[in-house]
């Protein structure tokens, strides 16, 4: 048997309740990034790699984007953060970590970002 590490089937109660109660910042991103709308690439929303819940995913590229609040850049979450990363980082995908407010003060910087990021994998 192959051991699925993308969308385990036990991880999907879960990730269909987030799809459903996005936050206002992923919401925003999602209608930027959602139909290809972003230099072509399928992205998708809380999608899962391994035990963990990816805010967006682009599997062509293999990036992540997550979008943090204040309390991910430090203490325990941001340790928590870190072992995610690498994590992700061992199976080849990249992780971009945006701000929330950075969705509404600066969308085009961060769109460039991501754009800047494609093909680096």
Aim: glycine letters at 6%; one cysteine or more; aromatic letters at 10%.
């Amino acid at each position: 048997m192959v051991n699925k590490i993308h969308n385990k089937p036990t991880l999907k109660k879960f990730r269909n309740e987030l799809r459903k109660n996005l936050t206002p910042a992923e919401a925003t991103l999602w209608g930027m990034l959602q139909n290809r709308k972003l230099e072509g690439r399928k992205f998708r929303r809380q999608h899962s790699v391994g035990n963990y819940i990816l805010d967006f995913y682009c599997p062509d590229e293999k990036l992540a984007i997550e979008l943090d609040g204040e309390a991910h850049f430090n203490g325990f979450q941001g340790e928590y953060d870190l072992k995610r990363e690498q994590y992700l980082n061992q199976l080849g995908i990249k992780v971009m970590r945006f701000e929330n407010k950075i969705v509404f003060e600066n969308p085009v910087e961060l769109l460039e970002e991501v754009i800047e990021a494609f093909g680096r994998n």
